[in-house]
C-alpha cells in the first residue's frame, strides 16, 4: 500500500511551513502529520546535503508518494531537481509537484516538464554568462581596471621589496600598511 509523504522548505528561522501544507491539503491530499517533512535550511544546499531530506529518503520506499508545492524546495537548482526526482524514480518514487498541476515528475509528462524546466534552465544560465562576458569586454574595452582595488600603490609596493631585501618581517610590513601578510607575500610574487 503506497503512502504519502510531504515534503515542506522553507529558508528562514521566521518563515513558516504552514502555507505549503495548506496548499497540500487543499489539492486534496492527505497526509498523516508524521509523514510531513518540514525543513528550514537555504535553497541554495544540494537537497541530497540536507539532513530532513536524507532522512525523508531513508523513509521512502519503492510505490510511496512524495508532495513538494514548487520545484525549488526539492533543489537548489534545475540539475540538483532533476538528479533528486531521477534518484526518487529509481526508487520507485512518485513526486507530485503542485505547482505543476500535480503532475508526477516521474511519468512520461513529469519527464518531458522537467525535461523542458532543464532546458530553460540551461538557456538562462548562458545567457547570464554571455551578458556577464559582454559586459566585461566592454568595460576593459573602456580601460576599466577588472578585479578588486589594488591594497598597495605601486610606490608602497615598492617600498615593501626594499625594506623585504632589508630582512623586515612580513608580520611587521602588514602592520605598517594595515593589510594582510598575504597581501605582503602577493607583492613578493609579483616581483619574483
Given at each position: 500500500?503506497?503512502?504519502?509523504?510531504?515534503?515542506?522548505?522553507?529558508?528562514?528561522?521566521?518563515?513558516t511551513t504552514?502555507?505549503?501544507?495548506?496548499?497540500?491539503?487543499?489539492?486534496?491530499?492527505?497526509?498523516?502529520?508524521?509523514?510531513?517533512?518540514?525543513?528550514?535550511?537555504?535553497?541554495?544546499?544540494?537537497?541530497?546535503?540536507?539532513?530532513?531530506?536524507a532522512k525523508?529518503?531513508?523513509?521512502?520506499?519503492?510505490?510511496?508518494?512524495?508532495?513538494?508545492?514548487?520545484?525549488?524546495?526539492?533543489?537548489?537548482?534545475?540539475?540538483?531537481?532533476?538528479?533528486?526526482?531521477?534518484?526518487?524514480?529509481?526508487?520507485?518514487?512518485?513526486?507530485?509537484?503542485?505547482?505543476?498541476?500535480?503532475?508526477?515528475?516521474?511519468?512520461?509528462?513529469?519527464?518531458?516538464?522537467?525535461?523542458?524546466?532543464?532546458?530553460?534552465?540551461?538557456?538562462?544560465?548562458?545567457?547570464?554568462?554571455?551578458?556577464?562576458?559582454?559586459?566585461?569586454?566592454?568595460?576593459?574595452?573602456?580601460?576599466?581596471?577588472?578585479?578588486?582595488?589594488?591594497?598597495?600603490?605601486?610606490?608602497?609596493?615598492?617600498?615593501?621589496?626594499?625594506?623585504?631585501?632589508?630582512?623586515?618581517?612580513?608580520?611587521?610590513?602588514?602592520?605598517?600598511?594595515?593589510?594582510?601578510?598575504?597581501?605582503?607575500?602577493?607583492?613578493?610574487?609579483?616581483?619574483?
Amino acid at each position: 500500500m503506497s503512502r504519502t509523504f510531504a515534503y515542506c522548505r522553507v529558508s528562514t528561522l521566521d518563515q513558516t511551513t504552514e502555507n505549503q501544507i495548506r496548499e497540500i491539503a487543499a489539492a486534496g491530499f492527505s497526509v498523516d502529520p508524521k509523514r510531513i517533512i518540514e525543513e528550514t535550511i537555504s535553497g541554495s544546499v544540494a537537497a541530497m546535503e540536507r539532513k530532513g531530506f536524507a532522512k525523508l529518503m531513508d523513509r521512502l520506499e519503492a510505490g510511496d508518494i512524495l508532495i513538494v508545492t514548487k520545484l525549488d524546495r526539492l533543489g537548489r537548482n534545475a540539475m540538483d531537481v532533476r538528479t533528486t526526482v531521477d534518484r526518487l524514480a529509481f526508487e520507485g518514487v512518485k513526486v507530485h509537484c503542485l505547482a505543476l498541476g500535480g503532475v508526477d515528475l516521474t511519468s512520461a509528462a513529469g519527464r518531458m516538464t522537467m525535461g523542458v524546466i532543464a532546458a530553460v534552465a540551461e538557456f538562462e544560465r548562458d545567457l547570464l554568462i554571455e551578458r556577464t562576458q559582454a559586459g566585461l569586454m566592454r568595460a576593459k574595452a573602456s580601460g576599466k581596471t577588472l578585479g578588486r582595488p589594488r591594497a598597495l600603490t605601486d610606490e608602497q609596493q615598492d617600498h615593501i621589496i626594499q625594506k623585504r631585501r632589508q630582512g623586515i618581517s612580513l608580520g611587521a610590513l602588514a602592520k605598517e600598511f594595515k593589510v594582510s601578510r598575504a597581501a605582503i607575500q602577493r607583492v613578493e610574487k609579483r616581483t619574483a
